[in-house]
Structure formats: C-alpha cells, structure tokens
T-cell receptor, first 114, second 114 residues
Framework: DVKVTQSSRYLVKRTGEKVFLECVQDMDHENMFWYRQDPGLGLRLIYFSYDVKMKEKGDIPEGYSVSREKKERFSLILESASTNQTSMYLC?????????????FGAGSRLTVL | RKEVEQDPGPFNVPEGATVAFNCTYSNSASQSFFWYRQDCRKEPKLLMSVYSSGNEDGRFTAQLNRASQYISLLIRDSKLSDSATYLCVVAPSHGSGNTGKLIFGQGTTLQVKP
C-alpha cells in the first residue's frame, strides 16, 4: 500500500512565524498535492507538483510556497503564519497509469496559529 | 456556483436503512468521478470509483448521470460503521489524467443510529 507520511500531526505557532509542513510518500508517485480542509469549505487545493522541482498553483496559493527537491518529498511553507491559516493540512499523492486519478492522503497536520 | 456541490447533511438514519447521496458538478467535460470516505479526524480514503454504466461494491452502488451532471451513492442496509463524511470527487479532462487537480465536494455527513 502507498504510504503518505506527514511528520507533524499537531502544531501550534505564533503569528509571523515560518512554518514547514513535510510530506513523504514511498511509492515513487509523480504527483503530489497540498490541500487545506476547513469546516463548511471542504478541501481546497493550495499547490501541486507533477515532478521534481515542478510546482503549480492550486486554488488558494496566497501565503504559501512549496518545495519539491526530491520525488518522494513535498514541503509546504508558510513564510509568515497568520491566524487565518489555522486549518487541517492534507498532503496527497497519486501515481501513474494504474489508478491514475486516485489520491492517497496522509493523516493530516492540524495547524493552529495564535 | 461551486464546481462540485453536495448537500452537507447530516443525514441521520437508523441501522438497516437505505440512504442515497447526490452530487452535482458544473464542468460537462469532467472525465472521472469518485466517492471518498472520511472518518472523523481522519484523512479521506477512496471508497469507490464511479463508472458510466454504474457500479456496485457490496452494499454500495454508485451511478453517473452525464446528461444531468450528477453522481449518486446508494448505501443499503446501513451499519453503524458507515457513519462518516462522504466526499464527491470529480476529475476534469486533462488528457492522460496523470496530472491536474481533483475537485472535491464539501462532503455529506452520514450518521447511522442504533
């Protein structure tokens, strides 16, 4: 089974701090995604990457950046955290031709910005 | 108008009941359709893909109506363990389907009562 691991399950940060959320997948998937999930709004795509060093903006990229230096790792960066970035962050990956559109999610990182 | 719309519920049903959820999508060129299940405080997981001819997996039946642009999920003989949020997911047309984002509905919450 594909495993997507998000290293931090719960984080509490202060406004203005820089925040790194790490995500690692172990199945050599090309595509990786960062979503945030908020009550009443569902999952919203922040950024995605279809290859190493490649990235594309999703629906809500403002205030975020990403890094994909290795195929297995996709990092989400909040340069200066704000209270409206308090949310559940979900990383996902999907692979090649078999089940091409099936996403596998990590367990999520719940971020609170004070 | 949201790209993918679902009634958030909650749907409260007794054990053994049959329950159906609908989901509408706005992009007529959408190619792939899925239902994901998300338990409370957990990540979404694929429940089933939705095929043009309709498909069944045990107590679960998924159907697609392209003309009216909606998909449905029917759960027969509901179990307590079916209590979860069910997310409708639509993939736009992106050629190979190996890149590009999936669009998530807000989710429909089901609570099965004893």
């Amino acid at each position: 089974d594909v495993k997507v691991t998000q290293s931090s399950r719960y984080l509490v940060k202060r406004t203005g701090e820089k925040v790194f959320l790490e995500c690692v997948q172990d199945m050599d998937h090309e595509n990786m995604f960062w979503y945030r999930q908020d009550p009443g709004l569902g999952l919203r795509l922040i950024y995605f990457s279809y290859d190493v060093k490649m990235k594309e903006k999703g629906d809500i990229p403002e205030g975020y950046s990403v890094s994909r230096e290795k195929k297995e790792r996709f990092s989400l960066i909040l340069e200066s955290a704000s209270t409206n970035q308090t949310s559940m962050y979900l990383c996902a990956s999907k692979g090649g031709s078999s089940g091409a559109n099936v996403l596998t999610f990590g367990a999520g990182s719940r971020l609170t910005v004070l | 108008r949201k790209e993918v719309e679902q009634d958030p519920g909650p749907f409260n049903v007794p054990e053994g009941a049959t329950v159906a959820f609908n989901c509408t999508y706005s992009n007529s060129a959408s190619q792939s359709f899925f239902w994901y299940r998300q338990d409370c405080r957990k990540e979404p997981k694929l429940l089933m893909s939705v095929y043009s001819s309709g498909n069944e997996d045990g107590r679960f039946t998924a159907q697609l109506n392209r003309a009216s642009q909606y998909i449905s999920l029917l759960i027969r003989d509901s179990k307590l363990s079916d209590s979860a949020t069910y997310l409708c997911v639509v993939a736009p047309s992106h050629g190979s389907g190996n890149t590009g984002k999936l669009i998530f509905g807000q989710g429909t919450t089901l609570q099965v009562k004893p």
